[in-house]
C-alpha cells in the first residue's frame, strides 16, 4: 500500500440536506488521508427543495450520522448555520463562529475552506474575522463561466457576491479537491494573474476522483 501524507487541514461546508451528492463528497473526504478535517457545518437549502425552516439542521444530523457511521465521532458535532440567506450584517451563525475557529487554531498545514454549497455561511464568518482571507484558501462549487443559473449562486447570491467582489475578501473561487488530483495533467483550468488571484477549473478527471472514493470505500470494507 502506498502511504500518503497529510496535505492539509480542511473545513466542509455544504448545503447536506439538498441533493445527496454533498453526503457521499463528504464520505470521500472523511476516507481521504490527504486531507485533515477540522470542522464541519451545514447551509441553508434552496426553496427548491421545500420550505427552508429547519434545512440546515436537518442538514447538520444527516452530516454527522454519516460521520458516525464512518466510525468519526469526534466530527460528528456539525454546527449549522442559518435558514435565511446573507443580509449583509453580522448576525448569530454557529457554522460561521465554527469557521473562525478552526481557522484561528493554527497548524502547520495549510486550511483549505472547501464549501460546495451556497457561501451564506462563508460570508457571515468574513463578517466576524475579515482576517480569514490570509488564512485560508477558498474553494468552491459555484457559479458559471457564462452568464447561466447555477444552483449554487443563486441559492443566495448575494453571499456569493460579497465573498467573491466584496472589498474584504482577497481570495476566489476554484473547483474542489484541491487537495487531491487538480493539475495540469488532470484537469484543464482559466487562470487570472491579478489580485484577487482566481482559478477556475472547466473540467476535472471524474474517473480518477470516483475510482479514488471506490478503491477507498472497498478499504473501509
Known amino acids: 500500500m502506498i502511504r500518503v501524507a497529510t496535505r492539509c487541514r480542511v473545513i466542509i461546508d455544504n448545503d447536506w440536506a439538498g ?6 463528497a463528504l464520505a470521500h473526504h472523511a476516507l481521504s488521508p490527504a486531507n485533515r478535517i477540522v ?29 458516525q457511521a464512518l466510525t468519526l465521532a469526534d466530527l460528528a458535532d456539525v454546527c449549522s448555520g442559518p435558514d435565511t440567506t446573507f443580509t449583509g450584517k453580522r448576525r448569530g451563525n454557529p457554522a460561521a463562529q465554527a469557521i473562525v475557529e478552526a ?14 454549497g451556497p457561501l451564506t455561511n ?32 443563486f441559492t443566495d447570491p448575494a453571499a456569493a ?19 487531491t488530483g487538480l493539475d495540469g ?13 482566481r482559478r477556475t477549473y472547466t473540467s476535472v478527471d471524474s474517473r480518477l476522483v470516483v475510482a479514488d472514493l471506490v478503491a477507498r470505500l472497498r478499504m473501509l470494507g
Open 19 to 24: 441533493d445527496p451528492d454533498g453526503l457521499v
Open 39 to 67: 470542522a464541519v457545518t451545514s447551509s441553508l437549502t434552496n426553496p427548491m427543495f421545500g420550505p427552508t425552516a429547519g434545512m440546515a439542521q436537518r442538514g447538520s444530523e444527516l452530516a454527522g450520522s454519516l460521520l
Open 103 to 116: 481557522a484561528a487554531t493554527g497548524g502547520d498545514l495549510p486550511l483549505i475552506l472547501v464549501c460546495a
Open 122 to 153: 462563508v460570508a457571515d464568518a468574513l463578517l466576524l474575522d475579515p482576517g480569514l482571507a490570509s488564512a485560508l484558501t477558498l474553494a468552491w462549487v459555484g457559479g458559471a463561466a457564462r452568464n447561466e443559473e447555477e444552483y449554487n449562486y
Open 161 to 179: 457576491d460579497f465573498v467573491q467582489f466584496g472589498p474584504l475578501w482577497c481570495l476566489g473561487d476554484s473547483a474542489p479537491l484541491a487537495v
Open 185 to 197: 495533467a488532470t484537469s484543464t483550468f482559466t487562470e487570472t494573474g491579478t489580485v484577487p488571484q
